[in-house]
């Protein structure tokens, strides 16, 4: 079992940038696959990035490619998310989750593990 701390979220005005990170417990977070998502008010929860357990490959949601980098820090059993260029539209809570396939996937009911989600909110 793994547990996930995200922290990094605030307030920025459109076109700034924020650092999401996301703290895993425990000595088996390079065994997981990991993923970003989000969830407006009103809306389902939606992909945002996925990465696999060696960083070799990443994913992105369309709405975000180009302006969102993923990565991993496997040493440190820590997550991030890179947001560049942010749009009133990113305004969401942003939860990281843990995955044991061996596989990254847009589908969040593959996910095993959640974090409590950490908000941002992009003024315009």
Do not use: H
Not at 72 to 99: F, G, H, I
């Amino acid at each position: 079992q793994v547990q996930l701390v995200e922290s990094g979220g605030g307030l920025v005005q459109a076109g700034g940038s924020l650092r999401l990170s996301c703290a895993a417990s425990g000595r088996t977070f390079m065994n997981y696959v990991m993923g970003w998502f989000r969830q407006a008010p009103g809306k389902e929860r939606e992909f945002v990035a996925a990465i696999s357990r060696s960083a070799i490959s990443t994913y992105y949601a369309d709405s975000v490619k180009g302006r969102f980098t993923i990565s991993r820090d496997n040493a440190k059993n820590t997550l991030y998310l890179q947001m560049n260029s942010l749009k009133p539209e990113d305004t969401a809570v942003y939860y990281c989750a843990a995955d044991r396939g061996s596989i990254p996937t847009m589908r969040s009911s593959q996910y095993d593990y959640w974090g409590q989600g950490t908000q941002v909110t992009v003024s315009s």
